[in-house]
């Protein structure tokens, strides 16, 4: 059974230092990973999604990077703000579309 | 991208009774998924909607505590039977892509219903 490890459950940061955010999980036969935030009181929003061929996936200042082999991702948020505040989740995707949520980081950036 | 809603935002209800949670996309499409997620923890799937076949459901979760209905390519509804303080969650739906998605697409999520049972 694939399980997702979120790696720290929880991170403060002052404005702009760089966060790492450590995602792993068991079964290396994914399809692919996303990654999402969640703000409080909202639903998900899609930052990124590797597919599992990939290795590197950049959105601005997000990039995620993926080791299937060892089952590890990890998602760079540059130069933080404090409007990154949020608890970030890693899913695993199998070949039906089925995700496997992470518990997630919640990361705090002090202005 | 697909926008999605979901009717209601929220809702407090009585032990026993039931709610039908509805999902609304912008756009047709094939996968739809119903996730819950408990009070401080992360995300569960309760069940695969896809339109045209039976709603596919997740080990511990059954039929007839959450029957689910896809009439469409547009539309699900999510129903919490019999209550109890333990559904007290968010309910989610998600989507992939569009009519003919593959799961390597980015997987949508509406905004949530918050449901507490006393």
């Known amino acids: 059974k694939q399980e997702v490890t979120q790696i720290p459950a929880a991170l403060s940061v002052p404005e702009g230092e760089n966060l790492v955010l450590n995602c792993s999980f068991t079964?290396?036969?994914?399809?692919?990973l996303q990654w999402f935030r969640q703000d409080p009181g909202k639903g998900l929003t899609s930052l990124l999604l590797?597919?599992?061929?990939?290795r590197e996936q950049t959105s601005g200042r997000l990039n995620a990077s993926l080791d299937k082999s060892s089952g590890r991702s990890t998602l760079y948020i540059a130069a933080s703000q404090p409007g990154d505040s949020a608890t970030y989740l890693c899913?695993?995707?199998?070949?039906?579309?089925?995700?496997?949520f992470g518990a997630g980081t919640q990361v705090v950036v002090t202005p | 991208s697909a926008v999605i809603s979901q009717k209601p935002s929220r809702d407090i209800c009585q032990r026993g009774t039931s709610l039908t949670i509805q999902c609304q996309v912008d756009?047709?499409?094939?996968?739809m998924f119903w996730y819950r997620q408990q009070p401080g923890q992360s995300l569960t799937l309760i069940a695969t909607?896809?339109?045209?076949?039976?709603?596919?459901?997740e080990s511990g979760f059954v039929i007839d505590k959450f029957p689910i209905s896809r009439p469409n390519l547009t539309f699900s509804t999510l129903t919490v039977s019999n209550m109890s303080p333990e559904d007290s969650s968010i309910y989610l739906c998600?989507?992939?892509?569009?009519?003919?998605?593959?799961?390597?697409?980015?997987?949508?999520f509406g905004p949530g219903t918050r449901l507490l049972v006393l």
């Open positions: 998600s989507v992939v892509g569009g009519r003919d998605p593959f799961p390597g697409e980015t997987q949508y």
């Open positions: 079964d290396s036969a994914i399809y692919n």
């Open positions: 590797i597919q599992s061929s990939q």
């Open positions: 899913a695993v995707a199998d070949s039906w579309g089925k995700l496997q």
């Open positions: 756009s047709q499409v094939t996968m």
């Open positions: 909607a896809n339109q045209g076949s039976e709603a596919t459901y």
